[in-house]
T-cell receptor
C-alpha cells in the first residue's frame, strides 16, 4: 500500500540554524500539507500546497517557514532560523485530487529538536 | 472558526470493556469529521470519517462513531477493546477548504 514517507525521523539542530524537512507524498496525490505537534499539545495545521503554490497557511507559518516541491516527488518544509519553540513533531500529509473532502494520508513524522 | 474539543485527555479501561471517547466540534459551516489514531512511534492513521449520509460510521477494526448535529458531537465507541487498541486518538474537523483542525487527543490505555 502506498504511503507518505518523511526524512529524517529525528533532527537535532542548534538555534538559529536552517533545517529542511523532507517528505515524499503518495505519487498520485496533488494536495500537500504540513502540520506540527508540540510535545503534549494538539496537532496544528501549518500550510497547504497545491499546483505549486501555497493555498492556505496558518498564523504559525511566518516568514521563517517556506515550502517547496523541487521535483516531482519531494515536498519540503524549510525553517530558515530555528527557534527553541520550533521543537516539535512535524507531519507531512497528502491527498489525491477530488471534488470531495477525501482523507489526508499522514507520514510518520520528523521530530525536530532545537537546542 | 472551527474547533474541536476532546474533554478526556486519558481514558483507562480494562480489556474487553466498552469505551467511548468524546468529541465535540464547533463550526459555522458544513463539516466533515474524522477520527485519527496514532499508535506508539507511528504517524497518524485515519480510523473513520463522516462526510455525509448515514450518521453512524464504522471502521474495519470495530470502532464506530455517530455524528450528532444537534449536540455537535462525533463520539467514538467500541463495544469491546483489546490491548492492541492502546493509542492516542484524535478527532478532527475540516471544511471544504480541507485544512484539518484537530482536538487535543485522548490517550486510550487498555490494561489486562
Amino acid at each position: 500500500e502506498p504511503e507518505v514517507t518523511q526524512t529524517p525521523s529525528h533532527q537535532v539542530t542548534q538555534m538559529g540554524q536552517e533545517v529542511i524537512l523532507r517528505c515524499v507524498p503518495i505519487s498520485n496525490h496533488l494536495y500537500f500539507y504540513w502540520y506540527r505537534q508540540i510535545l503534549g499539545q494538539k496537532v496544528e495545521f501549518l500550510v497547504s500546497f497545491y499546483n505549486n503554490e501555497i493555498s492556505e497557511k496558518s498564523e504559525i507559518f511566518d516568514d521563517q517557514f517556506s515550502v517547496e516541491r523541487p521535483d516531482g516527488s519531494n515536498f519540503t518544509l524549510k525553517i530558515r532560523s530555528t527557534k527553541l519553540e520550533d521543537s516539535a513533531m512535524y507531519f507531512c500529509a497528502s491527498r489525491r485530487e477530488s471534488s470531495g473532502p477525501y482523507e489526508q494520508y499522514f507520514g510518520p513524522g520528523t521530530r525536530l529538536t532545537v537546542t | 472558526a472551527q474547533s474541536v474539543t476532546q474533554l478526556d485527555s486519558q481514558v483507562p479501561v480494562f480489556e474487553e470493556a466498552p469505551v467511548e471517547l468524546r468529541c465535540n466540534y464547533s463550526s459555522s459551516v458544513s463539516v466533515y469529521l474524522f477520527w485519527y489514531v496514532q499508535y506508539p512511534n507511528q504517524g497518524l492513521q485515519l480510523l473513520l470519517k463522516y462526510l455525509s449520509g448515514s450518521t453512524l460510521v464504522e471502521s474495519i477494526n470495530g470502532f464506530e462513531a455517530e455524528f450528532n448535529k444537534s449536540q455537535t458531537s462525533f463520539h467514538l465507541r467500541k463495544p469491546s477493546v483489546h490491548i492492541s487498541d492502546t493509542a492516542e486518538f484524535f478527532c478532527a474537523v475540516s471544511d471544504r477548504f480541507q485544512k484539518l483542525v484537530f482536538g487535543t487527543g485522548t490517550r486510550l490505555l487498555v490494561s489486562p
